[in-house]
T-cell receptor, first 115, second 116 residues
């Protein structure tokens, strides 16, 4: 049962254009959502997050939008740069009894920025 | 600044062999985690620890054991390796236990394990 889904395994975008990565979730108990970026042979690194009480969070070229009614979030990258080529994971968090950060990850979307 | 370090980076095991993956973090974090990543799937939590001397099961704990004898180290053991345990393993750590507090999870570079 995949609670967090990224239905696009890959996405190719021209440099300078907007990249939009999508993520859907099923568990209404999730209260925080995160995006991680992963380069080959490296661990995922935190990119941006959003609380479930907000519908938008912006950090430089990166903006995450949350639509709670649709259980959908998206990551916008504007403008896209070659260094943005990586695998992007969507993750969701729900409060756990022991307080540890139990993140549920999507399958990832491989973003390729073409010159 | 090392952050989260995993050893070994690569390992090939025969079915039935045992091995231990070592994770070390130098950020004095309380919480540590072990994830596995398989093709077409997101990272899945195997075990985690909320502090020295504690461990707890995650989403896919079967076939693995863990120990947190020292705050900076979190060991993942495979007692009898199976081909289904072929995967990339990521260790991670965080200072806080709740995402709401803004605590970020920091990941290691991964350990590639193949069981033949």
């Amino acid at each position: 049962d995949q609670q967090v889904k990224q239905n696009s395994p890959s996405l190719s975008v021209q440099e300078g254009r907007i990249s939009i990565l999508n993520c859907d979730y099923t568990n209404s108990m999730f209260d925080y959502f995160l995006w991680y970026k992963k380069y080959p042979a490296e661990g995922p690194t935190f990119l941006i997050s959003i609380s479930s009480i907000k519908d938008k969070n912006e950090d430089g070229r990166f903006t995450v939008f949350l639509n709670k009614s649709a259980k959908h979030l998206s990551l916008h990258i504007v403008p896209s740069q070659p260094g943005d080529s990586a695998v992007y994971f969507c993750a969701a968090s729900a409060q756990h009894l022991q307080g540890a950060q139990k993140l549920v990850f999507g399958q990832g979307t491989r973003l390729t920025i073409n010159p | 600044n090392a952050g989260v370090t995993q050893t070994p980076k690569f390992r090939v095991l025969k079915t039935g062999q045992s091995m231990t993956l070592l994770c070390a973090q130098d950020m004095n974090h309380e919480y540590m985690y072990w994830y596995r990543q398989d093709p077409g799937m997101g990272l899945r939590l195997i075990h985690y620890s909320v502090g020295e001397g504690t461990t707890a099961k995650g989403e896919v704990p079967d076939g693995y054991n863990v120990s947190r004898l020292k705050k900076q180290n979190f060991l993942l053991g495979l007692e009898s390796a199976a081909p289904s345990q072929t995967s990339v393993y990521f260790c991670a750590s965080s200072q806080g236990g709740t995402v709401r507090s803004g605590n970020t999870i920091y990941f290691g570079e991964g350990s590639w394990l193949t069981v033949v």
